[in-house]
């Protein structure tokens, strides 16, 4: 089973700030004038100190000129912020050879701008940055000044200890700036995830006014239908029942009284459920959340029973509230085995005195190794590049789907794994498991159980 792992993040969310760079250029430019300052006159160590306040006014002047001409909440293109990390790297190198090189114990903020790169920058951009940042640690092993240090005295370092601080400077260089892209491409996945759930609930909110605007409609509409209504019966019954008229009458009466009837239903509160319809137990549950699969070239298996070699004497068939997240998260899963099936389908649903199973299993080709560990994560799918072009285009495709039906499963008390069946059997299984005290009855705040409904009812 192929995986894709692409994502959907937007461009603007790899830009980075302007006031964020500048800020950190500030913080740099007042760490080097310190340094240079306290070395100079506290220290009393002479070196070319202009030279190095020449290199450090360049960078107060390019952050005057960024801040005239740019206001400061722009967002910098991916090309334009690299030349400025780019900018840093130089400048930092420059102060370098003039202070030391390789020897200055400030070496490693050479590696700040690569870092900067990896939490906001693509990999490409990250990659020229840091193989520029590497030629410049060359540069300073082999050229530089020397060491600025006490006056009478000489310092230097071992050149198999300058060798050990390049490969240590190379080291956190590629770690770090590994590490820091992860994370933030990770962050950035559950932002935008997390927006895709924001973007349901904001779906259901527009829905909930939709119902408000029914009920006034339908306020507004049962005085003048009610007149129509009585008006009509009136003129039926001072007319005879064989006149033309009369029969156009009693059309009119019947329409208006349907009418009504749909104005009723407009304004029936959606709470008031039948409660023999809100109580189910798990075996209907299984039935109800399978049934829309049923029509297809898959077939499916249904299996419920008490779980074998238990005592089940008192284990009798557990009950639930019916709740729209768990219908929703469970039929994502069977949808999933459907969709990779190759011609059947089983659900075992089984019990004890305190545990409750629900097992999804399919003959299709299972789950490839590097998915088990990533899938449920947002923009993980097993849907292949073909099955995508097929979305609707509302998110479909991209991972959310499973990522949204584990989240609501698992706040409805349930825990999830994932494994596959080997020969001479093959395929995926999907086991979702409850303690029978979360179970049943579901403890669900009411909010919860709103947002389960939102996620069911467009997702």
């Given at each position: 089973m192929a995986i894709d792992t692409q994502h959907p993040i937007q461009k603007n969310s790899r830009q980075l700030k302007l006031q964020s760079l500048m800020r950190l250029r500030w913080l740099a430019i007042t760490g080097q004038l310190l340094t240079v300052?306290?070395?100079?006159?506290?220290?009393?160590?002479?070196?070319?100190?202009?030279?190095?306040?020449?290199?450090?006014?360049?960078?107060?002047?390019?952050?005057?000129?960024?801040?005239?001409?740019?206001?400061?909440?722009?967002?910098?293109?991916?090309?334009?912020?690299?030349?400025?990390?780019?900018y840093d790297v130089v400048s930092i190198g420059a102060l370098l050879y003039m202070t030391g090189g390789i020897q200055n114990p400030f070496i490693?903020?050479?590696?700040?701008?690569?870092?900067?790169?990896?939490?906001?920058?693509?990999?490409?951009?990250?990659?020229?940055?840091?193989?520029?940042?590497?030629?410049?640690?060359?540069?300073?092993?082999?050229?530089?000044?020397?060491?600025?240090?006490?006056?009478?005295?000489?310092?230097?370092?071992?050149?198999?200890?300058?060798?050990?601080?390049?490969?240590?400077?190379?080291?956190?260089?590629?770690?770090?700036?590994?590490?820091?892209?992860?994370?933030?491409?990770?962050?950035?996945?559950?932002?935008?995830?997390?927006?895709?759930?924001?973007?349901?609930?904001?779906?259901?909110?527009?829905?909930?006014?939709?119902?408000?605007?029914?009920?006034?409609?339908?306020?507004?509409?049962?005085?003048?239908?009610?007149t129509i209504y009585v008006t009509t019966r009136e003129l039926m019954r001072a007319l005879p029942e064989d006149e033309e008229v009369a029969q156009d009458l009693k059309l009119i009466n019947s329409q208006a009284e349907r009418c009504r009837e749909i104005l009723t239903k407009l304004t029936r509160s959606p709470g008031k459920t039948d409660q023999l319809l809100k109580k189910l137990t798990l075996s209907e549950l299984v039935e109800e959340v399978a049934e829309p699969y049923r029509h297809?070239?898959?077939?499916?298996?249904?299996?419920?029973?008490?779980?074998?070699g238990e005592d089940v004497e008192n284990a009798s068939e557990p009950e639930c509230d019916?709740?729209?997240?768990?219908?929703?998260?469970?039929?994502?899963?069977?949808?999933?085995?459907?969709?990779?099936?190759?011609?059947?389908?089983?659900?075992?649903?089984?019990?004890?005195?305190?545990?409750?199973?629900?097992?999804?299993?399919?003959?299709?080709?299972?789950?490839?190794?590097?998915?088990?560990?990533?899938?449920?994560e947002p923009f993980v799918t097993t849907r292949s590049a073909n099955r995508q072009d097929m979305a609707t285009g509302d998110g479909s495709g991209l991972g959310l789907g499973f990522f949204i039906a584990k989240t609501l499963l698992e706040r409805a008390g349930a825990s999830l794994t994932l494994a596959n069946r080997y020969q001479p059997e093959h395929g995926a299984v999907i086991r979702v498991t409850w303690k029978r005290s979360k179970f049943e009855p579901m403890d669900i705040p009411p909010h919860v159980s709103e947002q389960y409904q939102a996620a069911s009812t467009t997702a």
């Open positions: 300052l306290i070395v100079t006159w506290l220290l009393d160590i002479r070196f070319n100190w202009i030279v190095c306040l020449a290199l450090i006014s360049v960078s107060v002047m390019l952050n005057v000129v960024l801040r005239l001409y740019f206001p400061a909440r722009t967002r910098l293109s991916p090309e334009f912020a690299m030349w400025l990390l780019i490693f903020l050479i590696i700040a701008p690569s870092i900067i790169s990896a939490t906001t920058l693509s990999l490409r951009n990250t990659a020229i940055i840091s193989v520029l940042t590497v030629f410049t640690v060359v540069l300073l092993f082999a050229f530089h000044e020397p060491l600025p240090w006490f006056t009478g005295e000489k310092f230097g370092t071992p050149l198999p200890y300058q060798t050990a601080v390049f490969a240590s400077i190379l080291a956190s260089l590629l770690y770090i700036a590994a590490a820091a892209n992860i994370l933030s491409v990770e962050a950035r996945q559950m932002s935008a995830a997390l927006a895709a759930a924001d973007n349901v609930l904001a779906r259901e909110q527009q829905l909930s006014a939709l119902d408000g605007l029914a009920a006034a409609a339908a306020h507004e509409l049962g005085t003048p239908l009610g297809g070239e898959t077939s499916i298996r249904i299996l419920t029973e008490p779980l074998r019916r709740c729209p997240g768990v219908s929703y998260g469970l039929g994502n899963l069977i949808e999933n085995a459907v969709d990779f099936a190759e011609g059947v389908v089983t659900i075992s649903a089984s019990w004890t005195e305190e545990d409750i199973s629900i097992v999804i299993s399919d003959d299709g080709p299972g789950f490839s190794n590097e998915i088990l560990d990533n899938l449920g």
